[in-house]
């Protein structure tokens, strides 16, 4: 019988992205998507759950998204991948926190590019890549599917709404292009973790958003 993911997803940094820790239950090695703040909780949960973060992953690079993943990256030694369409946010970490009246430090480098249907091994666990541009130019997704299906949406999708497309690379024809072609293909029972709010479901936005009718 396989084992339940340990998924721990909870709010951290100034607009209170959700931060999620996911874990093989059978090697405890994690990865973790959209470390937007608040490093020392964060280590602090990792620790708690005895785990060995092999990835920072992003599901795109607003400052909200990416502000603790220096800390993590020096503290944790985990690889940081992005996709390289949004390396130019990325690099501009400062900037975008100036414009939202944040300080901010600057980023560090990036260890590897996000391609299209790329597969990242953590444990005996993998999560699936699926560019979605539309709130970003380099937005993706990440889907998992083991004891059931789960996405972890960032901006693109979330429960009754949709990402923003008025900040910088913001394309609204692209992100319904994602939505449509690449997430609600998904299985219906698919839970969708967002970057911001609420789980829910494919079968839920597919019947209830308003912004896909």
């Given amino acids: 019988m396989t084992r339940s993911l340990i998924v721990e997803t909870f709010p951290v940094g100034p607009l209170q992205c959700n931060c999620s820790i996911?874990?093989?239950?059978?090697t405890r090695e994690a990865i973790i998507v959209d470390p937007g703040g608040d490093a020392p909780l964060i280590k602090q949960k990792v620790a708690d759950l005895g785990l060995k973060v092999r990835y920072l992953l992003h599901t795109?690079?607003?400052f909200d998204h990416i502000g603790a993943t220096?800390?993590?990256k020096r503290d944790l030694g985990a690889k940081i991948l992005l996709h390289p369409d949004d390396r130019f946010l990325y690099d501009q970490i400062q900037m975008q926190g100036h414009m939202f009246g944040f300080r901010l430090d600057p980023t560090v480098p990036v260890d590897q590019d996000f391609e299209d249907e790329m597969r990242l091994p953590f444990g005996q666990q993998s999560s699936l890549v699926l560019h979605t541009p539309g709130h970003t130019?380099?937005?993706?997704c990440f889907h998992l599917h083991a004891d059931q299906s789960y996405l972890f949406s960032g901006d693109t999708l979330f429960q009754g709404g949709v990402g923003r497309t008025d900040l910088w690379g913001g394309s609204q024809p692209d992100l319904m292009?994602?939505?449509k072609q690449r997430l609600l293909t998904l299985d219906d029972s698919t839970t969708v973790y967002p970057g911001h709010g609420q789980?829910?479901?494919?079968w839920n936005e597919k019947k209830q958003n308003p912004f896909l009718r």
């Fill in 70 to 72: 220096a800390e993590l």
């Fill in 177 to 179: 292009r994602s939505i």
């Fill in 137 to 140: 130019p380099g937005s993706v």
């Fill in 60 to 62: 795109h690079a607003h």
């Fill in 199 to 202: 789980t829910t479901t494919i």
């Fill in 22 to 26: 996911i874990a093989c239950p059978e």
